[in-house]
């Protein structure tokens, strides 16, 4: 009876896909988790959004390559901006036979919190340019300066 040698044994035991390695079973299932729980639509993860504060304006800039201003809603209801809209697929390609179809479409819906700084929501200014929504909020006062007090001592 011969044995296999060790070099043999840990090419063979290397071939065996293992479930905690990248692409492993195990990070399948996790990036499918993280999916879903980070998905906030039937699009995939929301566009990239920035919030900063400046020159007494608070900005937001949430990019949306592909879609046009028409597709998109922009609310303001209860302390909260909401942008919304939807996708629809391009059905008149009759004679076109797909290798890969990797754009997705569907509603999405992201909503971001306005602070109580924002002056006053039903003056807020958005300009989509470039696949970039840009919206800007007055600010009664600074988020960023810190605020505070000297208390005396008794």
């Not at 504060?53 to 937001?60: A, S, V």
């Not at 592909?66 to 901006?81: C, E, F, H, P, Y």
Request: hydrophobic letters at 30%; a negative charge; proline letters at 4%.
């Amino acid at each position: 009876m011969v044995l296999p040698s060790d070099r043999n044994r840990n090419r063979k035991r290397d071939r065996v896909p293992s479930p905690f390695g990248k692409g492993g079973l195990l990070d399948d299932l996790f990036q499918d988790l993280e999916d879903s729980f980070f998905r906030t639509n039937s699009l995939g993860r929301f566009g990239n959004t920035d919030i900063y504060e400046k020159d007494g304006k608070l900005h937001y800039r949430i990019e949306l390559p592909g879609l046009t201003k028409d597709q998109i809603s922009i609310r303001a209801k209860d302390n909260q901006l909401i942008v919304s809209g939807e996708v629809e697929r391009d059905e008149n390609k009759e004679d076109v036979n797909y290798i890969s179809r990797g754009r997705r479409y569907g509603r999405f819906k992201q909503s971001f919190g306005l602070p109580e700084e924002v002056e006053d929501p039903d003056r807020l200014k958005a300009k989509f340019q470039n696949g970039v929504l840009h919206i800007q909020a007055e600010l009664s006062e600074s988020l960023t300066e810190e605020k505070a007090v000297d208390i005396e001592i008794e």
